[in-house]
């Protein structure tokens, strides 16, 4: 065997092989450097925000400044659950602002709220003593990053949603508590809130219900906040989820215009953050200490939960609108569409109803225009068979300036239309 040609253990093949979440971020990469025309409306990059860079600019200039803040940020190890004083400033800051009743015991930092999540489905579900173990998806379509997290067959299980219908052009995707089972191999039930891709909010009561189901079986209910409550709270409605004990929430700074630092906090009881920070040390050693000193101080007062709700969530609420806006001026009614209500994140999710090619090939012919999407198939995983109305969809962000998501909602308009033959 020549190293040309590996042979791989079986989670290095299910690690190491193709993923919409790989392609997802080599289309990204490619966009940014050998295909700066390419019009990208596939990822969840955040928008260049003047008023939000400026405060990240001010924190860099701060860390300068101080002398010693920056040499002691660059050159020392924390411990691998998070500074001890971010730590506790999160902790301080998260039960001040938000109610929630936390201490320092219950807060673990991450590299990227992705790596938590990984680190948690393999840390809660897959092959154990008692059999194999299950973490529950209850409402698809979900996050593509998941998809392909699971060290072992079989490790995730989804149950499809109600697909609500609201007129002609809007849909809502809905809990199906008739189809919801928790049987015992159920570890764990995890929900992206905004969810990624359609940028469904969980109601109250589908929130309550999960919640209780989770609490009655004696299991965790995860809560993957990323683009949403506390920060950057792009949730244009007025719901916003509560930890409780017995829940694991996840909150990314990424969204905050910060991705290049890979910052995230898990909220979770005492044992999960201990499990976490010990997972943490093996893989990771450390956390980056970059994002936690640029946040710290913001954690004194209400300042992060202003930003998003004074400047972050109205800048996507506008471009929201405005997506929304052009993508009906194009597609207009001579072809059958609907999208998801727009309840917050930076997602138009589009249902191409009848659509007569798959989504995936949607997405190549759009690519070689010059415009990129993400197709639907990718956020519809843990089910026995394929779900047809996932190859219907695309999602479509709107975070790039806006004469780029015009130009690329109006190409791929012209596209359906071609497909379509109208």
Avoid at 18 to 45: F, K, T
Avoid at 105 to 131: H, K, R, W, Y
Avoid at 259 to 266: F, H, K, Q, S
Avoid at 387 to 411: F, M, N
Wanted: glycine share 8%.
């Amino acid at each position: 065997m020549s190293t040309s040609d590996p042979r791989f253990s079986d989670i290095g093949n299910r690690l190491a092989g193709p993923s919409g979440i790989q392609e997802l971020m080599d289309d990204l990469g490619e966009a940014l450097s050998v295909h700066p025309d390419m019009r990208m409306l596939g990822g969840g990059q955040p928008a260049a925000i003047p008023e939000v860079q400026a405060i990240w600019r001010q924190r860099m200039s701060d860390l300068l400044a101080d002398g010693t803040a920056l040499d002691k940020a660059l050159l020392n190890y924390d411990p691998p659950g998070g500074n001890p004083l971010f730590r506790e400033a999160m902790a301080g800051f998260l039960k001040r602002e938000c109610g929630w009743d936390v201490t320092r015991e219950n807060i673990a930092v991450m590299p990227s709220s992705q790596s938590a999540c990984f680190l948690l489905f393999n840390l809660l579900a897959g092959d154990s003593a008692t059999g194999k173990r299950r973490i529950l998806f209850p409402l698809l379509p979900e996050y593509i990053g998941y998809a392909n997290q699971a060290l072992c067959a079989g490790q995730f299980t989804a149950v499809l949603p109600r697909i609500e219908e609201r007129g002609e052009h809007e849909i809502k995707y809905r809990v199906d508590f008739d189809r919801l089972r928790i049987t015992p191999d159920i570890a764990a039930m995890c929900v992206s809130c905004p969810t990624n891709p359609t940028g469904n909010v969980l109601t109250p009561d589908e929130f309550s219900r999960l919640r209780d189901l989770a609490r009655s079986h004696h299991i965790p209910f995860m809560l993957d906040n990323a683009y949403g409550h506390p920060f950057p709270g792009v949730i244009h409605g007025g719901f916003r989820p509560a930890w409780e004990p017995g829940m694991i929430f996840s909150i990314s700074l990424s969204k905050l215009g910060l991705p290049g630092v890979r910052t995230a906090v898990v909220v979770a009881d005492p044992a999960i953050v201990k499990a976490l920070s010990n997972m943490n040390a093996i893989v990771s050693l450390a956390n980056g200490n970059i994002g936690q000193a640029l946040l710290l101080p913001l954690l004194a007062n209400n300042q992060l939960l202003k930003i998003g709700s004074d400047v972050i969530r109205p800048f996507y609420k506008q471009r929201s609108d405005f997506a929304k806006d052009v993508l009906s001026s194009a597609l207009g009614d001579q072809v059958p569409w609907a999208l998801h209500a727009q309840e917050g994140a930076f997602f138009l999710w589009l249902w191409l109803k009848n659509l007569p090619i798959p989504a995936a090939e949607l997405y190549r012919r759009l690519k070689a225009r010059k415009v990129l999407v993400i197709p639907g198939h990718y956020f519809s995983f843990g089910l026995d068979q394929p779900w047809k109305h996932a190859d219907e969809c695309l999602r479509l962000t709107y975070s790039q300036p806006q004469h780029i998501v015009q130009e690329g909602l109006e190409i791929l308009a012209d596209e359906v239309k071609r497909v379509l033959g109208v």
